[in-house]
């Protein structure tokens, strides 16, 4: 069982700049990221779950959608088995909580909430105008 523990987020201005931080943690056979592909999802009140970013662990690349693409980055941290996403030049319709989801698949696209098994617990990030 593979749990994903979530830190960063917070309260940040227009222009502003915050870090989510996604870890893996669990069994240590589980622990890693491994071939894994992780995904950030936000929800704002009153809509549907959207997709934001995701990741191949190994070799590292990344996706991202085109709401948040040119802001937001991301990096990992393999002795922490952390994901980073890295969000710039924020906007007031960036607020919202954010999810990062993980498969131990490698998943080519990975838009879809469906195709993730673990869910972190969700962060919230609010920027104000």
């Known amino acids: 069982q593979v749990q994903l523990l979530q830190s960063g987020g917070g309260l940040a201005q227009a222009g502003g700049s915050l870090t989510l931080s996604c870890a893996a943690s669990g069994r240590t056979s589980d622990r890693t990221f491994g071939g894994a592909t992780i995904g950030w999802f936000r929800q704002a009140p009153g809509k549907e779950r959207e997709f934001v970013a995701s990741a191949i662990w190994s070799p590292f690349s990344t996706s991202y959608a085109d709401a948040v693409k040119g802001r937001f980055g991301s990096s990992k941290d393999i002795t922490k088995n952390t994901l980073r996403l890295h969000m710039s030049s924020l906007k007031p319709e960036d607020t919202a909580v954010y999810y990062c989801?993980?498969?131990?698949?490698?998943?080519?696209?990975?838009?879809?909430?469906?195709?993730?098994?673990?869910w972190g617990q969700g962060t919230q990030v609010t920027v104000s105008s």
């Open positions: 989801a993980a498969t131990k698949k490698r998943v080519e696209d990975g838009t879809s909430p469906r195709v993730y098994e673990y």
